[in-house]
């Protein structure tokens, strides 16, 4: 029984073994329940003596706050409480996002409301509590608030300028942080370069639109002291944390529930004011305070991202093989850097990122994080990483066009060689293993190029404009402490599983990781089936409790099979062990000489069964008296797991897009999509493919639909669904997914991660088809969204 495993012996390269559920498309438990509307999410639980909780927001972008009067709200039937900044400040402290390791970054102290100003328009500033959400929304129309307009900044590029205005006086200026990324003499190889092109790229401010709002139910009891919040979150530990430390109670003190959450897609790992005021209120009141945020309340205080400019140059020689990377980025990330993670991430996972899957020598990226008075923004699904994969990309494929290349071909010439690892990127990334060679022979396989090309001449000819782009790609996933705690923040790397075997024979699996409607739920089955050797049906997971499941940092960077699912195998593995000390004693063999298949002890050998699994847990938990008195009785088991070697676990893979362009309208017709992706260890091929087709609609969404737009003022003007345009599936193409298998070293699973990839790649592999297909009429694409005025303002027909 002193065995290591290893992947070769606990069957993780033999997918036809009995028991065998890594590299299986199975279905994932949760979907009877969600298909037939019984999921429990945060508005399905009501609690005794609960309130309601609704909030007066900013109608401004920058103004002071000289009174508010409550005398009418309070008035209101139903209504029992308003609350104010100062109210609340008695009893939470505020926050300040900052990393330590992001040298210079500043952030200003932030409320749960405001004390004197609000900083944009969609700010919570006043609280009302009433019996009924109604007539807390009653007591918020009947408010009485003297405002005083301020002026406001809004444009990221003016932030820094003289007389820009400063959001907050005190920190000096309007720089939040700052970072530049160099390795070699890029000026030395511009000037010795063959070619050198330059664009200017945008990515325009979207947000995630999850089908489920930010919801949380707070409930502080007088009796004992505690705090149990029912909250649709990503990191149940995390908010642990925050709860406790703002509002001055141990972390013991505090309990967070995690039931059944309607997508995230980063939108629900952060600390949002209006939550933390809820907590405070239910301290305050003693009494559980429930709030549900509507959709016109989502869109302008949910974060937003993808907020950039960036001016790129790129250096090649007369063979394409590319010399230098030149990249100059901004972004504004609204008044405040958001809790804990910081605002400055997004902007330096660019610097990280940019030219990320190219073998290139000289590298400078600069990316500038302004205030401004717009929404915060923060991490948002695929964190940095369309942002740079678009600037990346859309440079090479303006280098193959300066040569006359073929943007395969360039590719090819310039990929990291598939054995070239371990390497570190010019930017200082270490990547232990990708397959961008293999990837893109993959894609070759699967892209019907010579078709398409074929295709897009004939209908040229009709003054059909047609174009094939594409996209090379990297993810960083399963991060190590090196993202955070060596920043200060309390975001946990590692991650727990508690697998125990119950009386019957059954497992349960108690996680640190949190499902969100991606299938967390069913790939720790399968994990836990595969470890133990028992059947599917017989796995039970309990996820989002911080109460009763390990400590671990929830669901995040595509963390919860790489990390959760390491941790639920190691445990599985455990609890086998263990669970054959006790069957060799009742049987009377040697341990190492029995196995487990589909929940029967049998020889390992001869493979006949001994003892099902039931009999061995009802001699075991009720008539232990008849076992030796020194065997172990104990059938649960915890393991914690953090990677150790790398910081990050990076993922690569390539994208095709097929579109078509109508010169007339500016209308982009997607017509198909295709991805190969490279996530190590693929444990359930369905999952992952759901996963990686979803992250390509969400990428495509941003790039041609999605956008918070605001007017002069900095009233966002797109915030109803009439408004704000989200992919339906009736825009949407066929995407065709195909995988390349590396499994990292760092875990007996291999597992890295799959949620960001396609959202990485598919901005970019759209903008290059959209060019390809503009290309005869002289016209290019570089800001997104790519909107018909887009189009055609390139085509200078408006």
């Known amino acids: 029984m002193n065995e290591i495993p290893t992947p070769e012996n606990i069957g993780l390269s033999r997918e036809d073994l009995p028991n065998s559920y890594i590299g299986r498309s199975v279905p994932r438990p949760n979907l009877p329940k969600l298909v037939q509307g019984l999921a429990s999410y945060t508005d399905d639980v009501t609690l005794p003596r609960m309130v309601h909780a609704a909030f007066l927001r900013s109608p401004h972008a920058h103004a002071r706050i000289v009174k508010v009067d409550s005398a009418a709200a309070l008035a209101v039937p ?71 307009p301020l002026p406001a900044q809004l444009d990221m590029e003016t932030a820094l300028a003289p007389g820009a205005v400063l959001i907050h006086p005190a920190l000096g200026d309007n720089l939040v942080f700052t970072r530049t990324a ?50 649709s979150t990503q990191a149940p530990h995390m908010m642990q944390g925050v709860f406790a430390k703002q509002l001055r109670m141990e972390e013991g003190q505090v309990r967070v529930i995690c039931k059944d959450v309607g997508g995230s897609f980063g939108i629900k790992v952060h600390v949002y004011p209006d939550e933390v005021a809820v907590a405070a209120i239910a301290k305050v009141m003693g009494r559980p305070v429930k709030f549900v945020a509507d959709r016109f309340e989502s869109f302008v205080s949910d974060i937003h991202a993808r907020d950039h400019r960036l001016k790129g140059r ?14 100059d980025d901004l972004t504004g990330i609204g008044p405040y850097s958001v809790y804990p993670r910081t605002s400055a991430v997004e902007g330096n996972q660019v610097v990280n990122l940019c030219g990320g899957p190219y073998d290139f020598a000289n590298y400078r990226c600069t990316t500038t994080v302004v205030l401004q008075n717009k929404t915060p923004t923060c991490q948002y699904r ?61 894609l070759l396989a699967m892209v019907p190029v010579a078709k398409i ?31 955070y705690g060596l920043g200060g923040a309390r975001i946990s790397a590692q991650d727990g599983a508690t697998v125990r075997m119950d009386p019957d024979g059954s497992v349960v699996v108690l996680s640190g990781v949190t499902e969100q409607g991606q299938g967390t739920e ?14 599917l049906e017989r796995v039970k997971v309990v996820t989002g409790d911080t109460q009763t499941t390990p400590y671990g ?58 003892m099902p699994l039931g009999e061995l847990g009802r001699i075991l938990y009720f008539r232990g008296d008849t076992l030796p008195k020194d065997l172990p009785r104990e059938l649960v088991q915890t393991r914690h797991f953090i990677t150790k070697e790398y910081p990050f676990a990076f993922t690569n893979g390539i994208q095709a897009c097929w579109a078509e362009v109508d010169a007339e309208t500016g209308l982009v017709t997607v017509l198909e999509h295709w991805c190969v992706e490279d996530c190590g260890r693929v444990i359930n091929p369905l999952l992952v493919d759901e996963q990686v087709r979803g992250g390509i609609v969400q990428g495509l969404g941003g790039a041609l639909y999605e956008h918070c737009v605001y007017d002069g003022q900095g009233n966002l003007l797109t915030t109803t669904m009439a408004d704000y345009l989200v992919p339906m599936s009736a825009e949407m193409p066929d995407i065709h997914v195909g995988h390349v298998e590396t499994p990292t070293r760092e875990s007996l699973l291999g597992a890295k991660g799959a949620g960001e990839a396609g959202t990485a790649g598919a901005p970019a592999a759209l903008m290059n088809a959209i060019n390809d297909a503009l290309r005869p009429l002289g016209a290019r694409v570089t800001e997104q969204p790519f909107t018909p005025a887009c189009i055609l303002q390139a085509l200078g027909k408006i």
């Open 78 to 148: 139903g209504v029992l409480r308003v609350f104010t900044g100062a109210d609340l400040a008695k009893v939470c402290d505020p926050w300040v996002a900052t990393l330590d390791h992001l040298k210079g970054m500043k952030s200003a102290p932030q409320h749960p409301l405001p004390l004197e100003r609000a900083t944009w328009q969609g700010e919570p500033v006043v609280a009302v509590i009433a019996e009924s959400r109604a007539a807390a929304e009653d007591g918020v129309a009947a408010l009485a608030v003297e405002w005083e």
């Open 553 to 610: 940092g929830g669901t995040w960077a595509c963390r919860g099979a790489g990390i959760g699912g390491e941790a639920a195998l190691q445990s599985a593995i455990a609890l086998k062990q263990q669970i054959l000390v006790v069957a060799g004693a009742m049987l009377q063999a040697a341990p190492e000489s029995l196995d487990i298949v589909l929940g029967q002890v049998v020889d390992k050998a001869t493979g006949r069964e001994r």
């Open 522 to 535: 069913g790939i720790l089955r399968q994990i836990v089936a595969h470890g133990v050797g028992v059947a």
């Open 453 to 483: 090309r074929a295709d897009q001449e004939a209908q040229r000819k009709k003054g059909v404009y047609r174009g094939l782009g594409f996209a090379s790609f990297i993810e960083l996933t399963n991060p190590s402490p090196f993202m």
């Open 314 to 327: 790129i250096a090649v020689d007369a063979e394409g093989k590319i010399l230098a990377f030149d990249i």
């Open 382 to 442: 695929a964190v940095g990483h369309p942002i740079a994969t678009a600037v990346t990309e859309g440079l090479v494929d303006l280098a193959a066009e300066a040569l006359g290349m073929d943007p395969i071909e360039i590719r090819r010439r310039n990929l990291i060689r598939d054995d070239a690892y371990p390497y570190t990127s010019p930017p200082g990334m270490r990547f232990e293993g990708l397959s961008h060679h293999a990837a893109l022979e993959k």
């Open 182 to 231: 160099t390795k070699g003499d890029v000026e030395a190889a511009m000037a010795a370069a063959h070619k050198v092109v330059e664009a200017t790229f945008v990515t325009g401010r979207h947000t995630g639109v999850t089908l489920e709002p930010r919801s949380i139910i707070a409930d502080y009891n007088r009796a004992d002291g505690t705090l149990t919040a029912h909250h």
